[in-house]
């Protein structure tokens, strides 16, 4: 929605929405207390997925043939772009307990 009012605002019409191209965003998964948060996500292809870890013990964000950080140590992040429509849960590896899903539209 804030994108939308932006480019109205932006070019001055609903008639020019159509037209304009979407403006990539980005989005910070935080990975603290064995978790990811927010572990559900809705972004648009293009759109950047940063994750960053605020634990004490290193995680990964790893979805089976789509992207895998390897081992993000803490106070380190690791980000990739989602180019594919589509639902991808994804895990860290070092413990199967920490699931989460985006969903590309
Ligand atoms: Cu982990």
């Not at 939308?4 to 932006?10: K, R, S």
């Not at 870890?53 to 390897?70: C, E, I, M, Q, Y």
Request: proline share 6%.
């Amino acid at each position: 929605m804030q994108r939308t009012a932006a480019v109205v605002l932006a070019l001055g019409g609903a008639w020019t929405l159509a037209l304009a191209p979407a403006v990539a965003e980005t989005h910070t998964i935080v990975m603290e207390n064995m978790r990811f948060t927010p572990d559900t996500l809705t972004l648009r292809r293009g759109d950047s997925v940063v994750w960053r870890n605020d634990d004490l013990v290193p995680h990964t964000a790893s979805a089976a043939k789509v992207f895998d950080s390897g081992s993000i140590e803490p106070g380190k992040s690791w980000s990739t772009v989602l180019r594919k429509a589509g639902s991808v849960p994804y895990v860290c590896t070092f413990h199967p307990g920490m699931k989460a899903t985006l969903t590309v539209e």
